[in-house]
Each structure stands twice: as structure tokens, then as C-alpha cells.
């Protein structure tokens, strides 16, 4: 299986191609999340798409500390590959696993007797909490799946291959539109059915990402590592990025419960602009992972330089593509919104119409969200999950601040902009703290040409002497 060094070669090809797949991938993602609510709006209602609504960032939550806890435990996985030391990368792989599983059990027993009360606490409609209930249910039970595959994925991201990936995507993406066909639509199992497709998908693309890793023969560890110090190295990134995505989560939670306050139609536009939120972020999230891996692997081979200079390729290409995708969802918006909600269905002008003006306000402001994600991801892949974890405090606060206070001035019209506030919050640390530690890199390589010139010095001296 290919396997690609990122310390060698065009930062910005190098940035590009890998993440190509990814995006494709998070295309074939997105598709069958989307296909889960066109499917379900359709043939069930809006009634059944504010149910999906309601939980989406409740949903969101527990997929994304599973996500944020692979991610932080591949990234010694990439370090250490960059140093081109098997040993200590079968170490990684082999406490990546043991946390993975660990963590999975730690998070399902916390968060899956919660889930009623928490509904409660968003204020889901009474009409709709019954298949709220029971699609949450089936998520959270599926993140056993959804960590087998994520964690799987990150280790063949670390070793720079993201095809695989790709592919294990694609298969997914196809066995879930057509499993969704047949359960919500053939066999009527309803909200549920559609939860269950999901997480069967989910577990196909993991046993595609398995069989891939396997073949990673040399990599693979013999044995348990038996050193704490890696499994401790991993839950240092793992859990503040987890906690992040618990941050934003809980935001978010907070600002769907200001949004349950006005309705079942403006939830349903709401839910609606949330399922493109996804398509928005495509390019982002996956320029993101491909910054955490090349920071990650030029880091470990302390070649301080490229990251400076892969940094900057990535930025431009970032607010490039944002603008991009800003003019085509401004113009097209309607038409992808139609997707979701169907003329037919009761109340369907008037969602959206709400989920219109969500959707535009997010366009104009797309590039401050391109920017967190290229600044976040690359100050993970420099081993430094606290800085992010403080981004997300501070996005968590101004999501809660505007869900709050924006309202009691500006009723449901108050609620359209928070999001961009949310980004704002974030940004606003992220990048004046990458270019400290940039500077810091600075320091680091004046050190070691300084010392690279006095070993310099002293080998001719003694040669000197010698002769």
C-alpha cells in the first residue's frame, strides 16, 4: 500500500493532492447525510426533518468527540513516521487502538443515559421528541462504528495516504442511499431507519480501512505497547481536541434551543441550511487534514521551514476556494435548499424562506471559516492541542452570547448571524497564536544552524590538531 512523505517535495502540491480525496470523500459523506434528510423530509415530512433537526448537533457531538479523539491520537502516528522510525511507530499504532477502543466505552456509558434530559433541556417540541429520541439512540449506539472507521482513516492519513480513505467513503456513501431506500422507504422503519443505514455504512468503511491498514506489514505492531507514556502522549492531543468539539457542540445545542423556541418551520429551515453547512465546510475540513498530516511529519523531521512556507500556499488556497463556493451557494442556494424541503409538505415557503437567510448570512462571512480550520488543524499538527481547545472555549462563548442576547433586541432575526460570530470568536486565537509559535520556529532553527556551525568548527579543529 502507498504510503506518502510529505517532509520531500511542492508544499503545495503536495497540500493539493492530498487533499483532492479527501474532499471527494467528504463530498460521498455528505451525500449520504443529505440522502438520510431528502429522504426522510420526503417521504416522511417536515415534521420528521425538524425531528432529525432538533438533535443535529446532539448527534453531531458524540460523532465529533469520536473524530476529534482519532485525529489527536494519529498525530504521533505522523511524527513518527516523519522520523522514519518503525519501532515507534508500531508503539503508536498499537496505543491508538487501545485508546480508541477505551474511550469509546468511557464516552457511550457517560453520554447514552443523558440523552432524554438533554433533549429537554434543547426544548424539542413535544410533537417531534418521540423520533428525536430514537434517531439519537441509534447514532450514539453506532459510534463503535463510527470510531472502528475514523480511527482507521486518521492512521492511513497519518502515513500520508488519503485514497484509501476516499474509497472507503465511496463504498459507504453508495450501500447507505440504497440501504436508506429500503429501510425508511421500503420497510417503513420510519426516523430509525434511516440512523441504522448510517451507522451499517459506517461499519462497511471501516472494514475496508482495515484491510488496507493490514497490509501496512512492516508498520503493524507484533505486541500491546506496554509504554504509558504513549497511551498518556495520545489522550494529550486526543482529549483537547474531543473537548473542542464538545465546545462547539455544546454551542451549537444552545443555539438550536433558541431556535426550537420559534417553531417547528423555522426549525425546519434551520435543519435544512444545516445539512449544506456540511457542504460548505468540504474544502475546508479536508485542506485541514491535510494540514495536520504535513505539519505533522514535517514537524517531526524539524523541517520548520516548510511548514512556514505551507502555511501561507494553504491560506491563499483557502480563501480562494471560500470565495468560490461563496458565489455559487449565494446564487444556487434555493435550488439545493429545494432538496430538502418539499413544496408539498405543510409550511414548506415559509421554512424556506428562514432557511434561505441562514444560508446567505453564512456565504458572505465563508472565508473567516476557512481560516479556522487551516490555522486549528495546523497547530494540531504541531503537537499543540490546547491552543484549539481555547479557540473553542471562545467560539462556545460567542455562539452561547449571541444565541442569548441577539434575540431579545432582534427576535429570530437575531439568530441568523451567530454562527459567523462563532467563527470570529475562534479566529481571533488561532492566528495570532500560529504566528507566535512561527516565530518560535524562527528561534529553533537559528539554534540549530548556530550548533550545526560550531560541530562545524570543531571538526576542523581537531583535524587541524590531527595533522
Not at 39 to 51: C, Q, T, W
Request: aromatic content about 12%.
Amino acid at each position: 500500500m502507498k504510503v506518502k512523505d510529505m517532509t520531500k517535495g511542492n508544499e503545495l502540491k503536495l497540500i493539493i493532492l492530498f487533499s483532492l480525496p479527501l474532499m471527494l470523500g467528504n463530498i460521498f459523506q455528505q451525500l449520504y447525510t443529505v440522502c438520510d434528510t431528502i429522504i426522510v423530509s420526503r417521504h416522511l415530512g417536515v415534521k420528521a426533518l425538524a425531528a432529525i433537526g432538533c438533535c443535529d448537533w446532539l448527534t453531531w457531538m458524540g460523532i465529533a468527540v469520536v473524530t476529534g479523539l482519532a485525529q489527536g491520537f494519529s498525530i504521533p502516528v505522523s511524527h513518527a513516521f516523519g522520523t522514519h522510525d518503525k519501532s515507534n511507530v508500531q508503539k503508536c499504532i498499537s496505543a491508538l487502538v487501545v485508546n480508541a477502543i477505551i474511550s469509546t466505552v468511557v464516552l457511550l456509558a457517560i453520554i447514552y443515559p443523558l440523552l432524554p434530559r438533554i433533549l429537554v433541556l434543547l426544548k424539542t417540541p413535544v410533537d417531534i421528541m418521540d423520533r428525536a429520541l430514537a434517531y439519537t439512540h441509534v447514532i450514539y449506539i453506532g459510534l463503535f462504528a463510527t470510531m472502528f472507521y475514523n480511527a482507521l482513516a486518521s492512521i492511513l492519513r497519518a502515513f500520508g495516504n488519503s485514497k484509501t480513505p476516499l474509497h472507503a467513503m465511496i463504498i459507504a456513501s453508495i450501500c447507505n442511499v440504497g440501504l436508506d431506500v429500503l429501510f425508511v422507504m421500503g420497510l417503513e422503519w420510519g426516523i430509525i431507519g434511516a440512523g441504522v443505514a448510517t451507522v451499517i455504512a459506517q461499519i462497511l468503511a471501516g472494514c475496508f480501512c482495515l484491510y488496507h491498514v493490514l497490509k501496512l506489514k512492516e508498520f503493524m505492531p507484533n505486541s500491546i505497547c506496554r509504554d504509558l507514556s504513549y497511551y498518556m502522549n495520545q489522550f494529550r492531543l486526543g482529549i483537547p481536541m474531543a473537548l473542542q468539539n464538545v465546545l462547539i457542540a455544546i454551542g451549537g445545542m444552545v443555539l438550536t434551543s433558541a431556535v426550537n423556541r420559534y417553531g417547528t418551520y423555522f426549525l425546519a429551515g434551520f435543519t435544512a441550511m444545516n445539512k449544506l453547512y456540511g457542504v460548505l465546510e468540504i474544502s475546508a475540513v479536508s485542506y485541514g487534514y491535510a494540514m495536520v498530516t504535513y505539519t505533522g511529519q514535517n514537524y517531526g523531521a524539524k523541517r520548520y521551514d516548510r511548514i512556514k512556507s505551507g502555511v501561507k500556499k494553504v491560506v491563499l488556497l483557502s480563501l480562494a476556494t471560500s470565495i468560490l463556493i461563496s458565489i455559487i451557494l449565494w446564487f444556487f442556494g434555493p435550488l439545493f435548499l429545494s432538496c430538502f424541503i418539499s413544496n408539498t409538505s405543510q409550511g414548506a415557503k415559509e421554512a424556506m424562506t428562514y432557511g434561505l437567510t441562514f444560508l446567505r448570512c453564512l456565504t458572505i462571512f465563508l472565508p473567516i471559516l476557512y481560516m479556522l480550520h487551516a490555522y486549528r488543524s495546523t497547530i494540531q499538527g504541531l503537537s499543540n492541542a490546547f491552543i484549539p481547545m481555547v479557540s473553542g472555549l471562545f467560539e462556545l462563548l460567542m455562539r452561547i452570547s449571541g444565541a442569548l442576547v441577539l434575540p431579545i433586541f432582534f427576535g429570530k432575526s437575531g439568530l441568523y448571524p451567530v454562527e459567523v460570530l462563532a467563527w470570529v470568536g475562534a479566529v481571533v486565537i488561532l492566528i495570532p497564536s500560529y504566528y507566535h509559535m512561527e516565530r518560535n520556529f524562527q528561534i529553533v532553527s537559528e539554534k540549530q544552524l548556530t550548533n550545526c556551525f560550531m560541530e562545524n568548527k570543531i571538526r576542523t579543529y581537531i583535524r587541524q590538531r590531527r595533522l
